[in-house]
């Protein structure tokens, strides 16, 4: 089993920065690939961007292409995702999930394990 844990989430205005982490515990390692999704209210919740085990591999929604980064730091267990520009209808909770293989993926019900989300409230 692995425990993930979000943190990094505030409000910010528009045009501002935030970075998120997802920290993993328990049988933790390198050989995981790492997503992070979002839910707005009354919406459902949508794919943002992922990596694969080592890193070397990362894969973005096209509304967050060019202005969020995951990264990971694998010595740390912990996901990053840093989020510039941001706009209002970035507003959602950010879930990190991991899944036991090591390919990058897009699709929610291929995620095994789960945080509990962390708030991003965007301005105008």
């Known amino acids: 089993q692995v425990q993930l844990g979000e943190s990094g989430g505030g409000l910010v205005q528009a045009g501002d920065s935030l970075r998120l982490s997802c920290g993993a515990s328990?049988?933790?390692?390198?050989?995981?690939?790492v997503g992070w999704f979002r839910q707005a209210p009354g919406k459902e919740r949508e794919f943002v961007a992922s990596?694969?085990?080592?890193?070397?591999?990362?894969v973005y929604a096209d509304s967050v292409k060019g202005r969020f980064t995951i990264s990971r730091d694998n010595a740390k267990n912990t996901v990053y995702l840093q989020m510039n520009s941001l706009k209002p209808e970035d507003t959602a909770v950010y879930y990190c999930?991991?899944?036991?293989?090591?390919?990058?993926?897009?699709?929610?019900?291929?995620?095994?394990?789960w945080g509990q989300g962390t708030q991003v409230t965007v301005s105008s």
């Open positions: 999930a991991a899944r036991n293989t090591l390919a990058v993926g897009t699709i929610r019900s291929l995620y095994n394990y």
């Open positions: 328990g049988r933790t390692g390198s050989m995981y690939a």
């Open positions: 990596i694969n085990y080592n890193g070397v591999i990362t």
